[in-house]
């Protein structure tokens, strides 16, 4: 049962254009939700993570929009440039016991052309 | 700090062989992980520890066994290795202070013949 389903699983996108990637969870427990940023070669790096208390977090050219009656969560990417070109991943997580384990969408490669 | 590293970088097995993924983490995470990536699934958590001497199973924990016996080190064994597990395989920590933040390493590439 994949808890964390993420599309699209590619995307092509032009320099300066907005990249959307989006993510759908089904456990309503979740109550953590991070988007991880991934280089060719490199382990996952966090890019940026949300709370369901709140709609939206923008951190410079990167938004996350929330949608907590939806059970949706989307990464936005304003002016995308050569270097964003990378495979994103959506996740989850919920509180409760020490180990708070994430849950991961399947990966999105973002390519962003010159 | 080195952060989290792993060892090999590489690695090609033959059906049945055993070895070891060493990870190493110099930050005093008290959590570590181990995930493996496949395409098209993401990441799936195998084995998690939340302290030395403590260990769990996670999402595909099959054919894989773990330990922790210092706070630092987190070594991911494969008994009996299998095609399948033909894998990019990942570890991770995280801290107290960092609440939520997983830091992972560079992985290690396995092929099982």
């Known amino acids: 049962q994949q808890q964390v389903k993420q599309s699209p699983q590619s995307l092509i996108v032009q320099k300066g254009g907005i990249s959307i990637i989006n993510c759908a969870y089904e456990n309503t427990a979740f109550d953590y939700f991070p988007w991880y940023q991934q280089f060719p070669g490199k382990g996952p790096a966090l890019l940026i993570a949300i709370r369901p208390d709140v709609s939206e977090k923008k951190e410079g050219r990167f938004t996350i929009s929330f949608n907590k009656s939806a059970k949706q969560f989307s990464l936005h990417i304003m002016d995308s440039q050569p270097g964003d070109s990378a495979t994103y991943f959506c996740?989850?997580?919920?509180?409760?016991?020490?180990?708070?384990?994430?849950?991961f969408g399947s990966g999105t490669q973002l390519t962003v052309l010159p | 700090n080195a952060g989290v590293t792993q060892t090999p970088k590489f690695q090609v097995l033959k059906t049945g062989q055993s070895m070891t993924l060493q990870c190493a983490q110099d930050?005093?995470?008290?959590?570590m992980s181990w995930y493996r990536q496949d395409p098209g699934m993401g990441l799936r958590l195998i084995h998690y520890?939340?302290?030395?001497?403590?260990?769990d199973q996670g999402e595909v924990p099959n054919g894989y066994n773990v330990s922790r016996s210092t706070t630092e080190d987190f070594p991911l064994r494969l008994l009996s290795a299998a095609p399948s597990q033909t894998s990019v395989y990942f570890c991770?920590?995280?801290?107290?202070?960092?609440?939520?933040?997983?830091?992972f390493g560079p992985g290690t590439r396995l092929t099982v013949l």
């Open positions: 991770a920590s995280r801290g107290r202070r960092e609440r939520n933040e997983q830091f």
């Open positions: 520890s939340v302290g030395a001497g403590i260990t």
């Open positions: 996740a989850a997580s919920k509180s409760g016991g020490s180990a708070r384990q994430l849950t």
């Open positions: 930050m005093n995470h008290e959590y």
